[in-house]
């Protein structure tokens, strides 16, 4: 069955179209909400939530390429997660604290330093960032969006993105830094 076709039986209430749909893309669309999410329960959470809703409002999806439908599905989870008044409020405080970032340059470690940091530990870097910075880091930096793509997910302007992934990026190199002091002594 192609997208097209299992949207449109979506849509028309078709029980066997929605499992079908949700064994088809249950798998990439957890890992989506894994990253999103504080704890693998918040993940489950939001996993079933953006079912329901996609479930609900799949009548507005409108095909235009192989793939359309995953993303559509993704931008359904990624907004439900962003709109979680934490990390609104989050996003907000700490735009206000961010702009003198924007522009500054990062001083990256060179990428073998940080491609010996086992991936446990990039990971636990990551999820130890603000949230707001480490929702855009992910968006930008996992999920491949541009700035202006987040600005429009996270309702900021583009400058804010960037200042949140300077914000990210700099933390992230005083953690890699921390990580080579402490793995000396």
Not at 1 to 6: K, P, R
Not at 54 to 63: D, Q, Y
């Amino acid at each position: 069955m192609t997208e097209q076709e299992l949207a449109s039986r979506c849509a028309q209430g078709d029980n066997a179209a929605r499992k079908e749909l949700y064994l088809t893309y249950g798998p990439r669309m957890r890992a989506l909400c894994r990253r999103y999410a504080a704890n693998a329960a918040d993940a489950e959470d939001l996993l079933q939530e953006a079912f329901i809703k996609i479930f609900r409002v799949i009548g507005r999806f409108k095909w235009t390429r192989p793939g359309s439908l995953y993303s559509w599905m993704a931008r359904v989870a990624l907004n439900m997660a962003i709109d979680s008044a934490k990390i609104r409020r989050r996003l907000n405080h700490e735009l206000a604290d961010m702009e003198a970032l924007a522009d500054a340059p990062a001083d990256e470690p060179l990428y073998e330093e940080t491609a010996a940091i086992p991936s446990e530990v990039l990971h636990e870097m990551i999820e130890d960032l603000p949230e707001g910075s480490r929702t855009v880091f992910k968006l930008y930096c996992l999920d491949n969006y541009s700035h202006k793509e987040i600005a429009s997910l996270l309702g900021i302007k583009e400058k804010g993105s960037s200042s949140m992934l300077a914000k990210a990026r700099a933390a992230l190199i005083r953690s890699i830094k921390n990580y080579y002091a402490n793995k000396k002594t």
